[in-house]
């Protein structure tokens, strides 16, 4: 995931706080704190009840989410986010999303699901509760180290696994 401060640019950044959802950043540049989500949420969903109801859900998490009843609704393609869609709407919609949640409710909407989907999809029920907790799991994944933080550098780690030492390089 590509950080950087919404003020400066700057990718010079430290954690301040990591959330369930989200992470607590400081720019060292410029000091300010501004929060990065660790998912964001597409949801289609034909159902009406159901929909506004895991949206206000989301909502309170402070989970970013785009609601539509189909995908002639959305603006943008949801590539790179979290797609949660019912089994109706499934087969057209998995390419470019980051993961896909699927919600059934019945035994025949979760075979359906399963025998639909081949690559990163979860299938589970309608309700609040199981669609945070798979949130929160693909959040966890997501949980990433910006570049420039100073955790990447190619020279850190045991000097066993270094292939040049720094003074090996700087006396040729």
Do not use: Y
């Not at 660790?38 to 159901?50: A, C, F, H, N, W």
């Not at 979290?82 to 999303?97: D, F, I, K, P, Q």
């Not at 075979?111 to 199981?130: L, Q, R």
């Not at 929160?136 to 100073?150: L, Q």
Request: charged fraction near 30%; glycine fraction near 6%; charge should be positive.
């Amino acid at each position: 995931m590509d950080h950087r401060c919404p003020q400066c640019a700057s990718v010079r950044l430290t954690r301040v706080r990591d959330h369930a959802f989200a992470i607590e950043w400081r720019c060292a540049r410029c000091a300010r704190v501004f929060v990065s989500p660790l998912v964001t949420v597409v949801l289609i969903d034909t159902d009406e009840t159901r929909r506004v109801k895991l949206a206000s859900c989301l909502a309170r998490e402070d989970i970013p989410v785009r609601a539509a009843t189909c995908l002639a609704d959305l603006e943008t393609w949801p590539v790179g986010e979290v797609l949660v869609t019912n089994v109706r709407s499934l087969s057209r919609l998995e390419m470019g999303a980051q993961h896909v949640v699927v919600l059934a409710d019945s035994d025949a909407e979760r075979v359906a699901a399963n025998a639909m989907t081949d690559g990163p999809a979860t299938v589970i029920t309608g309700e609040p509760a199981s669609l945070l907790a798979t949130l929160r799991t693909i959040a966890k994944a997501n949980h990433g180290v910006p570049p420039g933080s100073g955790t990447d550098d190619r020279r850190g780690g045991p000097p066993e696994r270094r292939r040049h030492t720094r003074r090996d390089r700087r006396s040729r």
